[in-house]
């Protein structure tokens, strides 16, 4: 089972919309409270970098028996060095956006600390698509 | 898991089908079968609207009959402060006291007391707290079993500290069966609540355990007893009582929703009333928002408890004359003030467990549930989408869902099913 959605760069009123239907999903699906939690904390930093960061991205959300995968492929800015965006606290936040609540530098390492197998690849100017994916247990 | 117990119950011959309470039910626990409702109990979370929404007096609230307590030696009540805002202005708390025991109790707990100790400990508890914010206030009820049934992965959340009513019913049975020479057994601890959901929250704790109380009444239950003897003390200004259960202002300030301390007086505090308004909260922290807040305070009405559904007047009438009880007031009084310092050192508030996570039985594997779900995508698919309510269920997704789990059928749907329209005709048609 999958689904897809347009997540666009700088729209803060629509932020948190993709996760919010993962996660209403995989409550429908009554998948384990702590899975859900992973995912939707996973799916919401995703979706975050994008609108902090990029023009637009695809969000695409796959489930199997296995494992759920959330991928967010992005057109902007892409990450000039991996290493240091993954460091906890590490942030090019805009004050604005830390104002806002966003911008602390947890929404990369969040994103690996919540998922059983990460990666991300960049490329400068052109864009950035990070894959995060959580394993099910034998209760799903 | 053990059989659910809810405060209402819905009588069957009286209920003819009407959908009110189902529209009205903010967690779709309603369905309406053959022409009666009935409740999903698992799915249920004890907010008491359809029991607003029947027209009919279908739907009634299960509190206590009062001679249910005459086993218990000696019976104190524990009037939430909303009865004190239901009086005449010259009826004073005082008179109110002289009504209650009119009514049958022996005593009356003023338990200002206690509901400073709470919020000491509640002060504590946020400090020291290092999990997720904000901490979430367990006062409503309703709110508990929302989290239990809706966002089972805030439970932890949920203040670990027990109500003040907790705290007043336990300290009343060890003061009265001290000074009275009884077992705490045969002392009963009564809440006059406001709501049922109250009347539930003492049957069956949230928490798990028992709760310090023994039972409940309903405000309405002993109303008009209290308005008659209270109004005669106050007419005669004979009293048998010589004190005031509420001595400070501070009691009443709690019931209308105003924070009391230092803490709760920043910023990082909300409240928030009305059920809707409290999933569009829980909704944003769901999502990450609200970190910066320290505490929320939630309660299922609008206005808070002076509107739960056991009350009897308008929660307007009720907060104005609360809020002039507490212009009169002192802030708070020294008697209080030592009893506080005293008690606070020695006494634990914490609760035995959080409330653990509820709602329907988990069914079938993950493939099971997802061909379930796509099941239920590709029904809700065909229906019209105008969340009649004609099928018996409160919207078109719901009959998607529970023709799926092979609840209900695809021809429930009167846009899809004749039979179904002429079945409704036939079930609905007014005497000519």
């Given at each position: 089972?999958?689904?897809?959605?347009?997540?666009?760069?700088?729209?803060?009123?629509?932020?948190?919309?993709?996760?919010?239907?993962?996660?209403?999903?995989?409550?429908?699906?009554?998948?384990?409270?702590?899975?859900?939690?992973?995912?939707?904390?996973?799916?919401?930093?995703?979706?975050?970098?994008?609108v902090?960061?990029?023009?637009?991205?695809?969000?695409?959300?796959?489930?199997?028996?296995?494992?759920?995968?959330?991928?967010a492929?992005?057109?902007?800015?892409?990450?000039?060095?991996?290493?240091?965006?993954?460091?906890?606290?590490?942030?090019?936040?805009?004050?604005?956006?830390?104002?806002?609540?966003?911008?602390?530098?947890?929404?990369?390492?969040?994103?690996?600390?919540?998922?059983?197998?990460?990666?991300?690849?960049?490329?400068?100017?052109?864009?950035t698509?990070?894959?995060?994916?959580?394993?099910?247990?034998?209760?799903? | 898991?053990?059989?659910?117990?809810?405060g209402?119950?819905?009588?069957e011959?009286?209920?003819?089908?009407?959908?009110?309470?189902?529209?009205?039910?903010?967690?779709?626990?309603?369905?309406?079968?053959?022409?009666?409702?009935?409740?999903?109990?698992?799915?249920?979370?004890?907010?008491g609207?359809?029991?607003?929404?029947?027209?009919?007096?279908?739907?009634?609230?299960?509190?206590?009959?009062?001679?249910?307590?005459?086993?218990?030696?000696?019976?104190?009540?524990?009037?939430?402060?909303?009865?004190?805002?239901?009086?005449?202005?010259e009826?004073?708390?005082?008179?109110?006291?002289?009504?209650?025991?009119?009514?049958?109790?022996?005593?009356?707990?003023?338990?200002?007391?206690?509901?400073?100790?709470?919020?000491?400990?509640?002060?504590?508890?946020?400090?020291?707290?290092?999990?997720?914010?904000?901490?979430?206030?367990?006062?409503?009820?309703?709110?508990?079993?929302?989290?239990?049934?809706?966002?089972?992965?805030?439970?932890?959340?949920?203040?670990?500290?027990?109500?003040?009513?907790?705290?007043?019913?336990r300290?009343?049975?060890?003061?009265?069966?001290?000074?009275?020479?009884?077992?705490?057994?045969?002392?009963?601890?009564?809440?006059?609540?406001?709501?049922?959901?109250?009347?539930?929250?003492?049957?069956?704790?949230?928490?798990g355990?028992?709760?310090?109380?023994?039972?409940?009444?309903?405000?309405?239950?002993?109303?008009?007893?209290?308005?008659?003897?209270?109004?005669?003390?106050?007419?005669?200004?004979?009293?048998?009582?010589?004190?005031?259960?509420?001595?400070?202002?501070?009691?009443?300030?709690?019931?209308?929703?105003?924070?009391?301390?230092?803490?709760?007086t920043?910023?990082?505090?909300?409240?928030?009333?009305?059920?809707?308004?409290?999933?569009?909260?829980?909704?944003?922290?769901?999502?990450?928002?609200?970190?910066?807040?320290?505490?929320?305070?939630?309660?299922?009405?609008?206005?808070?408890?002076?509107?739960?559904n056991?009350?009897?007047?308008?929660?307007?009438?009720?907060?104005?004359?609360?809020?002039?009880?507490?212009?009169?007031?002192?802030?708070?009084?020294?008697?209080?003030?030592?009893?506080?310092?005293?008690?606070?050192?020695?006494?634990?508030?914490?609760?035995?467990?959080?409330?653990?996570?509820?709602?329907?039985?988990?069914?079938?594997?993950?493939?099971?549930?997802?061909?379930?779900?796509?099941?239920?995508?590709?029904?809700?698919?065909?229906?019209?989408?105008?969340?009649?309510?004609?099928?018996?269920?409160?919207?078109?997704?719901?009959?998607?869902?529970?023709?799926?789990?092979?609840?209900?059928?695809?021809?429930?749907?009167?846009?899809?099913?004749?039979?179904?329209?002429?079945?409704?005709?036939?079930?609905h048609?007014?005497?000519?």
């Amino acid at each position: 089972m999958s689904c897809c959605f347009r997540v666009h760069g700088r729209d803060f009123e629509k932020a948190g919309e993709a996760s919010t239907e993962i996660k209403s999903l995989l409550k429908d699906l009554e998948v384990d409270p702590q899975i859900i939690r992973r995912a939707v904390v996973v799916a919401f930093e995703a979706e975050m970098n994008v609108v902090m960061y990029a023009d637009e991205a695809t969000v695409t959300f796959v489930l199997t028996d296995e494992d759920i995968s959330i991928e967010a492929v992005d057109r902007g800015p892409g990450i000039p060095d991996v290493a240091h965006a993954m460091e906890e606290g590490w942030s090019t936040a805009t004050d604005e956006m830390r104002e806002m609540g966003f911008g602390f530098g947890m929404g990369l390492p969040n994103i690996r600390r919540n998922s059983d197998l990460f990666d991300i690849s960049t490329q400068v100017g052109v864009g950035t698509a990070v894959t995060a994916r959580i394993k099910l247990d034998d209760h799903g | 898991m053990a059989e659910l117990t809810h405060g209402f119950r819905i009588e069957e011959e009286a209920c003819d089908g009407c959908l009110a309470c189902m529209r009205a039910c903010p967690t779709d626990a309603i369905r309406v079968k053959h022409g009666k409702a009935h409740v999903l109990s698992e799915s249920c979370i004890d907010c008491g609207s359809c029991l607003k929404a029947c027209s009919r007096g279908a739907i009634t609230a299960t509190t206590r009959t009062f001679e249910e307590f005459d086993r218990f030696a000696f019976k104190v009540a524990i009037p939430s402060p909303v009865l004190y805002g239901h009086f005449p202005r010259e009826v004073r708390p005082e008179h109110i006291v002289d009504g209650l025991l009119a009514a049958g109790f022996d005593a009356v707990w003023d338990y200002g007391i206690e509901m400073r100790l709470v919020t000491l400990a509640n002060v504590d508890y946020v400090k020291r707290w290092r999990g997720p914010r904000p901490v979430i206030s367990i006062m409503c009820p309703v709110v508990v079993r929302l989290l239990q049934v809706s966002y089972p992965r805030m439970l932890d959340q949920l203040i670990r500290v027990h109500p003040p009513r907790e705290i007043a019913g336990r300290e009343a049975k060890r003061h009265f069966s001290e000074e009275l020479g009884l077992a705490p057994e045969q002392i009963a601890a009564i809440y006059v609540t406001p709501c049922q959901a109250r009347t539930v929250s003492i049957l069956q704790p949230a928490e798990g355990g028992r709760s310090y109380l023994d039972g409940s009444v309903g405000l309405p239950q002993v109303y008009n007893t209290v308005l008659a003897e209270a109004s005669e003390a106050a007419r005669t200004g004979q009293r048998h009582s010589a004190w005031s259960p509420v001595r400070s202002a501070d009691v009443l300030r709690l019931t209308l929703r105003r924070p009391l301390t230092e803490l709760l007086t920043q910023h990082r505090y909300l409240s928030v009333a009305g059920l809707p308004n409290v999933i569009r909260v829980f909704d944003d922290i769901e999502k990450g928002k609200l970190k910066d807040f320290d505490y929320l305070e939630c309660y299922a009405c609008w206005g808070g408890c002076a509107n739960g559904n056991l009350t009897v007047d308008n929660v307007y009438v009720t907060l104005a004359k609360l809020q002039s009880l507490i212009d009169e007031l002192p802030e708070i009084d020294p008697e209080t003030e030592q009893e506080v310092a005293r008690r606070y050192p020695h006494e634990d508030y914490s609760t035995p467990r959080a409330p653990a996570p509820r709602g329907a039985a988990v069914v079938g594997d993950l493939r099971e549930r997802v061909r379930r779900k796509q099941e239920a995508d590709r029904i809700a698919a065909i229906l019209p989408g105008l969340d009649c309510g004609l099928c018996g269920a409160p919207a078109c997704k719901v009959l998607a869902r529970d023709v799926a789990a092979g609840e209900a059928e695809k021809g429930d749907c009167v846009f899809l099913s004749r039979q179904r329209l002429e079945e409704l005709r036939r079930m609905h048609r007014r005497p000519e």
